[in-house]
């Protein structure tokens, strides 16, 4: 496979994607919504704490110090550590960079607890499948039941009193009293009526002769809740995979090349500036530029790129990638945290750790939840007694409601889809920066886009240059001009002029005839650029304008109005406006002998490909019932061209830099004073203050160098060039918004059909016990289905 010519700058610009945290810790011992709350409370009244949020799912504390916070970093995460640990958990600082750890229990401890317990419990409902005439002794009972209640069960018991100390209520506080409630039953009932009181069978009714026991009740429903917390932990697990298969890409080792060649060492151990060797099919290790060798590199783990890209002397290489054929000598320009790899880890964890809108609801009905289900409880159990009940079965009737209430599918809601979400988008090449824009996202009205790098391939070409009739320098010294003032411009249309120039030189740079040098270069923003010949047959004033630059000097200058009038006896001027009316961006070279006595000397016509998949995005987009509009710097004719091509109905062209954010402004404002959501998708610079200012911004990576201010300002980074990112952002955002509001109808559903029901007595505390365990399970299943989500 042949490689192209290197283009060093033509490659993509890391995005500076920065931490919000300031500090990041790994809890330990959460089980509930209510854990989340009471953790969030303790961090908050911190000295110094501005803010801070808690990820059920992920187990991670994001904390933000107030401006001027702290004096001592050390010390005060100390602090943040210490107020956790006062709650009643265990906390430890985690590193911006440091992996998404897996359980550090045993494997007993989860997937073996419910094993046991199941073991324990279900010879307790085997009499169910005998009959009422078989039926084990009390002291059977009593035997496989205690070691679950108090054995098993005992986390339930640490984390309620935990809880308790801190002053705050839990689920496992719910499940110690409902089980410790239908277990101290069975032995009050046993001692009082000896070896003839009975399995239950999951009714609440006695038996004739004898009262029936619950042992089975509390086993099981302890075997339940274990159970249920195994599965979660296993799905929690798989809502965290597309971070730790990002953080997988990381190579253990490096082939460092020193004075005695090639030495493995730790990645750890790999500073700026450092020579390493990638041999083909291993992992680039971290950011850095080709020094020697050639190969293709498969970016699809962190861009979405499907097809391999060519790397040759000067490419930029990003770690994670993988080499392919050849063999590639790096100097390092960025490790650790500061790697392109690192900054993308980040963004997608802070967005799994922020918290969407609806979950504050959802946070201010958990803080009440454990107290509330402990009232409902204590009124059912004493109105059944109160209306006649036997106290034991209008206890099991309270025990039910202790245990069918769902506290940790509502706290597992939210953050179970916003992080199954984010990960499919991130593998996808989307980058979310939090929930707040997944919800925004989700009712965007209007996209609009810039054109050049977005739309378009971002690279125009010089496609025609022609000297003016009476300019007295020839084509190609007017092309060498024109290159010397473009000199130092990263501008797509300054790299076309230099390549064209270089391309007319045999390759080498553009270089003016001796004792030439073009000084004072002054570029003006949306306008051109201008500089000054001192000496020379050259002499004087030059520059390269935009057809705006052209007619803002034209109006007060007389002599540049009789040359543009003169010309204008030949084709030269109206082959130029020709070409412009039909797509081409013209660009006008200018020259002033003496100050302020401007004659045009060339025009240049530049065109500009639209990318191969912006018709069927826009065609997507509008699928989809958003309105696309085009704001573009460029003029009118190139602008209606490219969106005659694609299908865009509203185009904004020949709009200056800082003009961009007051027409999203107005697409904002609407039509008859309906406020609409807008999208603005761009790329460069001069896209930042009209990201910002959109309610939604995306920033793409352009392949011409795509702007960090750009990639800052957006809510969205798309990771490569493709426009059909766009309609795929929207559409995540979209599914994700609604698997929110699935899980949150299914929880509340859970708890508010199920708990009425338990306490009029349609359900026995092993099927309450069932039912609160399926609805976790159920919710973050729900949740793992976007894991499967493709644009």
């Not at 993509?12 to 994607?17: G, K, Y």
């Not at 100097?331 to 799994?352: D, F, N």
């Not at 005839?513 to 003006?524: D, I, K, S, T, V």
């Amino acid at each position: 496979m042949s490689l192209p010519a290197a283009k060093p700058s033509d490659e993509t610009e890391i995005p500076l994607l920065t931490a919000a945290a300031d500090v990041q810790l790994a809890v330990r011992g959460m089980t509930c919504a209510a854990c989340v709350g009471r953790v969030e409370r303790a961090l908050r009244k911190v000295e110094g704490v501005a803010d801070a949020q808690v990820n059920y799912a992920t187990e991670v504390a994001s904390v933000h110090w107030r401006t001027g916070a702290p004096p001592n970093a050390t010390q005060d995460a100390a602090g943040l550590v210490a107020a956790i640990e006062r709650a009643g958990y265990e906390a430890h600082v985690q590193a911006d960079d440091a992996p998404i750890a897996e359980p550090v229990q045993p494997w007993w401890s989860v997937w073996g607890a419910a094993l046991l317990g199941a073991a324990a419990s279900l010879p307790l409902l085997l009499p169910m499948l005998w009959g009422d005439h078989h039926f084990w002794p009390a002291w059977v009972q009593f035997a496989l039941a205690t070691p679950v209640q108090f054995l098993l069960g005992a986390r339930f018991y640490k984390a309620g009193w935990a809880a308790l100390r801190a002053g705050s209520g839990n689920m496992d506080q719910l499940v110690a009293l409902g089980t410790s409630a239908a277990w101290g039953l069975s032995c009050w009932l046993w001692w009082r009526h000896g070896q003839d009181a009975h399995v239950s069978h999951g009714s609440l009714a006695a038996h004739d002769a004898a009262p029936a026991l619950y042992f089975e009740s509390a086993a099981v429903v302890i075997t339940l809740v274990l159970l249920g917390k195994a599965l979660e932990a296993r799905a929690k697990r798989e809502t965290t995979a597309a971070i730790r298969a990002l953080q997988a890409l990381r190579p253990a080792t490096v082939h460092r090349l020193g004075p005695q060649g090639e030495v493995d060492v730790p990645l750890a151990q790999v500073v700026v500036g450092d020579q390493v060797v990638v041999r083909p099919g291993e992992q680039i290790p971290c950011d850095g530029t080709v020094l020697e060798g050639a190969s293709h590199v498969d970016e699809a783990m962190l861009t979405g790129e499907p097809l391999p890209v060519p790397k040759l002397q000067g490419a930029h290489l990003t770690g994670g990638s993988v080499n392919g054929e050849g063999r590639l000598l790096m100097k390092v320009s960025a490790v650790g945290a500061q790697t392109m790899l690192a900054r993308i880890i980040r963004r997608v964890v802070e967005a799994q750790a922020s918290k969407a809108p609806i979950q504050r609801v959802v946070d201010r009905v958990s803080a009440i939840f454990v107290p509330l289900v402990l009232l409902v409880a204590l009124a059912t159990g004493l109105g059944w007694w109160w209306f006649g009940l036997p106290g034991e079965q209008a206890l099991i009737r309270a025990v039910a409601v202790l245990v069918i209430a769902c506290p940790c599918a509502l706290g597992l809601a939210t953050p179970a889809a916003i992080m199954a979400g984010t990960g499919a988008a991130a593998r996808q090449g989307i980058l979310i920066k939090d929930p707040e824009v997944l919800e925004r996202a989700r009712r965007i009205d209007i996209v609009a886009f810039d054109k050049t790098g977005t739309l378009t391939e971002g690279r125009p070409t010089l496609s025609r240059w022609e000297p003016s009739p009476r300019s007295p320098l020839m084509a190609s010294q007017l092309l060498q001009v024109a290159a010397a003032l473009q000199s130092g411009s990263e501008h797509p249309l300054a790299r076309a002029v230099i390549h064209a120039a270089k391309g007319q030189s045999g390759g080498q740079p553009p270089v003016l005839p001796e004792g030439c040098l073009m000084q004072g270069l002054h570029a003006e923003p949306g306008q051109g650029i201008q500089g000054r010949i001192a000496v020379g047959h050259l002499a004087g004033d030059w520059c390269l304008v935009s057809t705006r630059g052209l007619l803002a000097r034209c109006g007060p200058d007389q002599s540049l109005r009789r040359g543009l009038t003169q010309d204008a006896e030949t084709s030269w001027r109206d082959v130029a406006h020709t070409l412009a009316s039909e797509g081409a961006t013209l660009s006008w070279l200018l020259h002033a002998p003496k100050a302020g006595e401007w004659h045009p000397l060339a025009w240049m016509a530049f065109g500009d490909e639209a990318k191969p998949d912006a018709a069927e995005a826009v065609r997507r987009l509008h699928a989809m019932g958003v309105r696309i509009v085009m704001l573009s710097g460029d003029n009118r004719g190139a602008a209606h061209a490219v969106a005659r091509h694609l299908g865009i109905e509203q185009v904004i062209a020949e709009v200056l830099p800082g003009d961009k954010a007051d027409h999203v402004h107005r697409l904002q404002q609407g039509e008859g004073g309906v406020r609409r959501t807008v999208a603005m998708v761009g790329d460069g610079l001069n896209d930042g203050p009209a990201l910002a200012a959109a309610d939604v911004g995306m920033a793409m990576a352009n392949p011409c160098g795509g702007s960090d201010v750009a990639l800052q300002a957006a809510g969205v980074t798309l990771m490569r060039g493709d426009p059909l990112l766009v309609p795929a952002a929207l559409a995540i955002s979209r599914a994700t918004s609604n698997k929110i509001r699935q899980n949150l109808v299914w929880a509340f559903a859970y708890n508010l059909i199920g708990i009425p029901l338990a306490a009029m007595g349609g359900l026995n505390p092993m099927l309450a016990g069932a039912a609160m365990a399926l609805s976790s399970i159920s919710v973050l299943g729900n949740a793992l289905l976007l894991s499967r989500w493709r644009p």
